[in-house]
């Protein structure tokens, strides 16, 4: 790279050094006893999918813990994949198929499949790519698909298991049934979405009481063929005559029971609730407490079937628009009324979800639950932020039976197999399934011929749930080297909305299959938002694309913008502007090595930059002390912010300029070989978070072997020397010196290259004089005296005790001054104040460490020197 051009330019490098990490085989990991080893797992993106924001902001954090683990010497391993996602990629490939006017009933099972697979390979590994411009160190030759063979025979190994101790059953239970897709859907893949909907007020006519009717409010008014029954609560006067009575469904004529039940809201609607078990998850507990029957009247693909007796045939949105005009043609509608409300749709098709009476497979989670809560309260799994544990015991104390059967053909078919008499068997084969039958019936005569599997596939969630374990091979053979090394895995990043679907799942499974946890951590990442506070999509048109961002600021600039707002659990703001700072910054580095890279040492010069040198070193060493604090912690925003201060502030702003040379001037060596090093400690505490500026500028700085590398070079370790306390603070009154000479400086409108002079009023001149250097450079002073008293003429400050002034020319705006110097001490006054009330709270007194108090006593004495000092300088006015 040209060290003469005065902008970074990351396409330059970026895919030069990430092929060049691959070549050196830099990701690679492999069971190694000597070493610790550090393992994360991504959770695996859909196999349909492309880079989004939210990708990009959970690869990023996953890549900056594993080089961080790189460089502190771990076996770092992070494991790669896709997920095969059963329902987006069967409508994706279903879709491709009718363009090409194919229908997949057309299709046997094994062309279809055939299809999905050809398509897979085609398109399901552009994510991965994509990840790599991002710089995701992952080890590649590990990438893992839950649909490949082995993780495949894993998931049935896991069913058999399961069934066989009693865990996994078939029965009718209420789903989430996606009419479009044709299929159950988990919990996490309904989305509410807000509507206006409609309220439809209908007269149920009272048996045996001509003209008397029974009003009741629904929103589904196709829905009352189904009805089994009205409920009312039995404290509510209105309808207590009605107790045991029947009503009769409007339009069908069909007699149903009154029923009383406390569920029911008497300030909701009419206080007369409809009761339809077979088509909505409240009314089929209330039909299992009352022993009602239930009447399915919809087909699976949201039609009418002929139990419904009207209708039959149409849609079921076609027949709400039909009902409600002939309850109206016969009076019986009373009023339709707009309001706001929440349906739950599909996240894959997007239709409405329709509660359904299903016939399922079910995986009993109680028995499971319990430990993994357990492990989390006790923190053997921590969450990261603790305040996630309300909501994981929340779920797992109210976890429910979860429905594993998908009516799809993309995934892994479930290991059922029928008998003709319906009964059935489970088992990995057909052989074993064979087998089992004749012994199941007693009828050695039975083939192959004569079983049929059944037809669903598993959740997709259920082959996700044993990533952790399976991307190892561990229930192929649960004892291999791979395993017994990389399980369990150190940290999980990922999405809250996740936490119980596959966090929980997978806590599970790992105490259940391997009787230890999958990961020690789990930091939950928040969910990218645009400036109004919506969640990025491109649907909304609200999302850039990830990849338009990289080549427009560079992959560096992208990964640094995305975390300088991204604290753990909380929602991120995105602003193209944090993007354009993280660019920024890369430039900002680019220019400090240019600068350094274009000093000439000389050896005949003498190292007059001792305090500085000292400084700096002593700053580093407490910085690399905070950034360590930070990541165990799992801050991981605040990690970078604390090094980009110490690269913006500290090495650009005051150590390059306190230690560099006047223009085209040689430097000494030992300046140079210090500045050289600091540099590259900043570049090993950057790389995480920056792999590819860091990585150039690693080389550019100085000659290296071709295996020397940032990428794996050692994290820097915090060596603070025994006087950094006394280092820092001093080096910290010099630049709060500087500080008010530039506010002078702003104040009088003169110039930064304008030469000045400084009178100091102290009773530390040795501080002064020793930092005298430092002074002189960032202040740029021609002169600096100690006096008892200021000059006349001159303009003042105070920092601390001591009183610093600077003569001007002409004459000085006394009003302008005292005006001031008056708001200067009205501050002061104030921070004194509130130090003086601190201290004197007993409490704080009381519980209060002494280093703290003996801080809040120096502050208080710092703010008394500094108002005798300021009383002094009015006083001279």
């Given at each position: 790279m040209n060290p003469t051009k005065t902008t970074y330019s990351p396409a330059d490098v970026e895919a030069k050094w990430y092929q060049r990490w691959q070549e050196q085989g830099f990701f690679?990991?492999?069971?190694?006893?000597?070493?610790?080893?550090?393992?994360?797992?991504?959770?695996?993106?859909?196999?349909?999918?492309?880079?989004?924001?939210?990708?990009?902001?959970?690869?990023?954090?996953?890549?900056?813990?594993?080089?961080?683990?790189?460089?502190?010497?771990?076996?770092?391993?992070?494991?790669?994949?896709?997920?095969?996602?059963?329902?987006?990629?069967?409508?994706?490939?279903?879709?491709?198929?009718?363009?090409?006017?194919?229908?997949?009933?057309?299709?046997?099972?094994?062309?279809?499949?055939?299809?999905?697979?050809?398509?897979?390979?085609?398109?399901?590994?552009?994510?991965?790519?994509?990840?790599?411009?991002?710089?995701?160190?992952?080890?590649?030759?590990?990438?893992?698909?839950?649909?490949?063979?082995?993780?495949t025979e894993a998931v049935l190994r896991v069913f058999v298991d399961l069934y066989r101790k009693g865990l996994i059953y078939r029965g009718v239970r209420m789903v989430n049934w996606d009419p479009l897709g044709g299929t159950a859907i988990s919990d996490e893949e309904v989305i509410p979405k807000d509507v206006m909907a409609k309220m439809y007020y209908l007269n149920y006519e009272v048996v045996g009481q001509p003209g008397r009717f029974l009003t009741v409010a629904t929103s589904r008014p196709e829905t009352i063929m189904a009805d089994v029954a009205v409920a009312v609560n039995p404290t509510d006067g209105r309808y207590a005559d009605l107790a045991g009575q029947r009503v009769r469904i409007p339009l069908l004529g069909r007699d149903v029971p009154i029923i009383q039940d406390e569920y029911v809201l008497t300030d909701f609607g009419t206080g007369a609730l409809k009761v339809t078990p077979a088509h909505d998850l409240n009314d089929y507990n209330l039909g299992q407490k009352h022993n009602l029957p239930t009447i399915d009247i919809l087909n699976d693909d949201g039609t009418l079937n002929e139990k419904a007796e009207l209708y039959v045939g149409q849609d079921r949105f076609a027949a709400r628009r039909n009902i409600v005009k002939d309850l109206d043609a016969a009076g019986l509608l009373v009023k339709t009324e707009e309001y706001a409300s929440i349906v739950q749709t599909s996240e894959r098709t997007k239709a409405v979800i329709e509660p359904k009476l299903s016939m399922q497979w079910f995986l009993k989670m109680e028995h499971m639950a319990k430990p993994a809560l357990e492990v989390v309260e006790n923190d053997t799994v921590r969450l990261h932020p603790a305040k996630f544990k309300n909501t994981y015991r929340v779920w797992m104390e109210n976890v429910r039976d979860w429905c594993i059967s998908r009516q799809l053909w993309w995934g892994q078919q479930i290991p059922a197999y029928y008998l003709p008499d319906g009964s059935f068997v489970v088992a990995l084969s057909a052989a074993e399934a064979l087998e089992l039958a004749r012994e199941q019936s007693g009828n050695a005569a039975l083939e192959i011929s004569d079983l049929r599997q059944d037809e669903d596939v598993l959740d997709t969630w259920f082959s996700s749930w044993l990533w952790p374990i399976s991307v190892f091979d561990g229930f192929e053979d649960p004892d291999n080297a791979d395993v017994n090394y990389f399980y369990p895995t150190n940290d999980l990043v990922t999405g809250p909305d996740i936490l119980f679907f596959w966090v929980a799942r997978m806590i599970m499974a790992g105490l259940e299959f391997r009787q230890e946890v999958p990961f020690r951590n789990v930091y939950l990442t928040g969910i990218v938002r645009d400036g109004q506070g919506r969640k990025m999509s491109k649907q909304l048109g609200n999302s850039p694309d990830p990849l338009d961002l990289i080549a427009q600021f560079g992959a560096d600039g992208v990964r640094t913008g995305m975390l300088f707002s991204a604290p753990a659990g909380n929602d991120l703001l995105y602003d193209e502007k944090l993007v354009e700072q993280g660019r920024n910054f890369a430039n900002k580095l680019w220019n400090a090595f240019r600068l350094v890279k274009g000093w000439t040492p000389d050896a005949a010069l003498?190292?007059?930059?001792?305090?500085?040198?000292?400084?700096?070193?002593?700053?580093?060493?407490?910085?690399?002390?905070?950034?360590?604090?930070?990541?165990?912690?799992?801050?991981?925003?605040?990690?970078?912010?604390?090094?980009?201060?110490?690269?913006?502030?500290?090495?650009?702003?005051?150590?390059?300029?306190?230690?560099?040379?006047?223009?085209?001037?040689?430097?000494?060596?030992?300046?140079?070989?210090?500045?050289?090093?600091?540099?590259?400690?900043?570049?090993?505490?950057?790389?995480?978070?920056?792999?590819?500026?860091?990585?150039?500028?690693?080389?550019?700085?100085?000659?290296?072997?071709?295996?020397?590398?940032?990428?794996?070079?050692?994290?820097p370790k915090p060596a603070p020397p025994a006087t950094s306390a006394l280092l820092l603070a001093d080096m910290d009154k010099a630049l709060a010196v500087v500080a008010g000479i530039r506010a002078v400086r702003n104040q009088k409108n003169l110039g930064p290259n304008k030469p000045l002079a400084l009178v100091i009023k102290t009773d530390e001149p040795a501080l002064f004089t020793a930092y005298a250097g430092v002074l002189r450079k960032l202040g740029n002073l021609e002169a600096l005296d100690f006096a008892d008293a200021g000059p006349a003429g001159a303009v003042s400050f105070v920092q601390g005790s001591s009183e610093f002034f600077i003569p001007l020319e002409g004459p000085v705006d006394v009003a302008a001054e005292r005006a001031r110097l008056e708001k200067e001490l009205a501050y002061a006054q104030g921070f004194r104040e509130s130090v003086q009330k601190k201290l004197g709270n007993e409490k704080f007194a009381a519980n209060a460490k002494p280093d703290v108090l003996e801080r809040e006593r120096q502050k208080l004495a710092d703010a008394e020197a500094k108002i005798g000092a300021l009383e002094q300088s009015l006083g001279a006015l």
């Open positions: 690679k990991a492999s069971a190694n006893p000597k070493k610790t080893p550090y393992t994360v797992v991504i959770p695996p993106p859909n196999v349909t999918g492309v880079l989004h924001m939210g990708h990009m902001l959970n690869a990023t954090i996953q890549d900056v813990l594993v080089r961080r683990a790189r460089m502190q010497g771990k076996e770092a391993c992070w494991v790669p994949g896709t997920d095969h996602a059963s329902i987006a990629t069967e409508a994706k490939v279903v879709a491709l198929l009718k363009e090409q006017g194919i229908e997949k009933k057309d299709l046997t099972r094994e062309q279809f499949l055939a299809h999905a697979f050809t398509w897979k390979d085609k398109y399901g590994g552009i994510i991965l790519e994509q990840l790599k411009q991002l710089g995701a160190s992952c080890d590649w030759d590990r990438t893992r698909f839950t649909m490949e063979p082995k993780l003498p190292f007059v930059h001792d305090k500085p040198v000292a400084w700096f070193g002593a700053r580093l060493a407490a910085a690399v002390a905070e950034i360590d604090d930070h990541f165990e912690k799992f801050r991981i925003s605040d990690a970078l912010l604390a090094v980009y201060k110490l690269v913006w502030d500290d090495f650009c702003a005051h150590y390059l300029e306190m230690v560099k040379p006047a223009y085209q001037q040689p430097i000494d060596v030992e300046t140079l070989r210090y500045t050289t090093a600091y540099f590259e400690t900043l570049l090993k505490l950057l790389h995480p978070f920056m792999p590819f500026i860091t990585e150039e500028l690693w080389h550019e700085l100085a000659a290296r072997g071709p295996r020397e590398y940032v990428t794996v070079a050692h994290w």
